[in-house]
């Protein structure tokens, strides 16, 4: 098997969404029998999505999908989060399959479809769909403050399986993709990799993930600043970052952004793990970013600098904190209404304005007086 990847290719491969049709779409809005700027957020919305499908108006959102990839991560064993280093992202990707996790009853609600992708998460597969666990990775992965993550070869091997499932659903036609994750200590290496790629230290991006007190954040912050030690040495080579401090659901959700932007995919970023691994991917790609939106600010530090360096705004700030693809999916519904709003046929008034109603002539007091 080839274990390189020519990261060079992407930042030729990935094109500027359609300016002519956001264009297009500003001034359709313009025709719109509404207050200048009226429909405030999603008059951009309406705009990018014109741009992202290359046409104006809009064609409506309708085979939406919620995407979670998964994966263990052996930073969790330090303590660092209040889930279950054991058996915490197993239990969460069963509470997806089986639609009980909130961002499946959600995608139920909004009509999108779910899919779970297990890169790496400490199981036995048997436990789970052959569909969910075809490109897993390995079980698990290194403890990123101490060694590596994966070997580069497997960080290839889970680079090049988020390629194939952007390809995937490219081609299953689906027009938007609500991007998550599932991992317990996800969030710790994402901190790693934001500070690594910001220049920052550790308790700059060191948040309270699953809601961990001070002594746990204090740990976790140790932890986050001896994994960045590991990881500057190797900051200018992408694929050795996410093998040295990253991990097979990083490296997947790196390889998707980009592939996904090669074939003009539109993805919402949901949580620090997206914008991290999102950030990962502009290094290699740096037109890249124009074909997602962030979903919502869950508070993590090292989101908001993620986002500042991308230059996305959330769309929402609702407090979610949880991941698992919950924020983008609470945007998918502003998105479908600039979809509609924007393809509408009705809403744009015919080109020939109404003649001007004359004035109704009011009865004189002598007249109505001489009624009684």
């Keep these: 098997m080839d274990t390189t990847v020519d990261l060079d290719t992407f930042s030729s491969a990935v094109e500027r969404p359609d300016e002519g049709a956001r264009r297009a779409a500003e001034e359709r809005w313009q025709q719109l029998v509404v207050p200048a700027g009226g429909l405030g ?10 741009s992202v499908q290359g046409e104006a108006p809009t064609r409506p959102l309708a085979a939406a999908k919620v995407l979670l990839f998964a994966g263990d991560h052996g930073v969790a064993s330090l303590g660092v989060s209040r889930l279950d280093p054991r058996t915490g992202t197993a239990d969460r990707v069963r509470a997806v399959l089986d639609g009980t996790a909130p961002v499946a009853v959600l995608a139920r609600r909004y009509g999108a479809g779910v899919r779970v ?24 992965s290194g403890r990123i403050d101490i060694e590596n993550a994966l070997t580069e070869a497997e960080a290839v091997q889970a680079f090049r399986a988020g390629v194939a499932v952007a390809d995937e659903e490219a ?67 992408q694929i050795a970052l996410l093998a040295a401090t990253g991990g097979a659901d990083f490296a997947a959700l790196t390889g998707f952004l980009l592939q996904a932007s090669v074939r003009k995919l539109p993805v919402v970023l949901d949580g620090v793990v997206t914008a991290a691994c ?27 600098k993620a986002y500042d360096r991308l230059t996305l705004t959330a769309l929402q700030e609702l407090g979610v904190t949880m991941g698992e693809g919950t924020g983008a999916v609470l945007a998918l519904p502003l998105l479908q209404a600039a979809s509609d ?14 003649a001007p109603r004359a004035p109704a002539k009011l009865p004189t007091a002598a007249e109505l007086l001489g009624r009684f």
């Design 117 to 140: 992708v297990d890169m790496a998460v400490d199981a036995d597969p048997a436990e789970f769909p052959e569909d969910v666990v075809r490109h897993r990775v390995r079980r698990g």
């Design 341 to 354: 709003t924007l393809a509408e046929p009705t809403a744009v008034p015919s080109a020939k304005p109404l």
């Design 278 to 304: 999102a950030l990962v991917a502009q290094r290699i790609a740096f037109r890249a970013p124009e074909w997602w939106r962030a979903g919502t600010a869950s508070g993590e530090p090292a989101q908001l």
């Design 41 to 50: 957020r999603l008059q951009e919305l309406g705009a990018w999505l014109a």
């Design 171 to 237: 081609d299953a036609g689906t027009d938007l993709v609500l991007l998550g994750d599932l991992g317990v200590g996800s969030t710790t290496v994402a901190a790693v990799l934001v500070g690594a790629l910001c220049g920052t230290d550790a308790a700059a991006v060191t948040g309270r993930g699953s809601g961990i007190d001070d002594r746990v954040w204090m740990v976790k912050c140790a932890t986050v600043r001896d994994a960045l030690r590991r990881a500057r040495p190797v900051l200018g080579d």
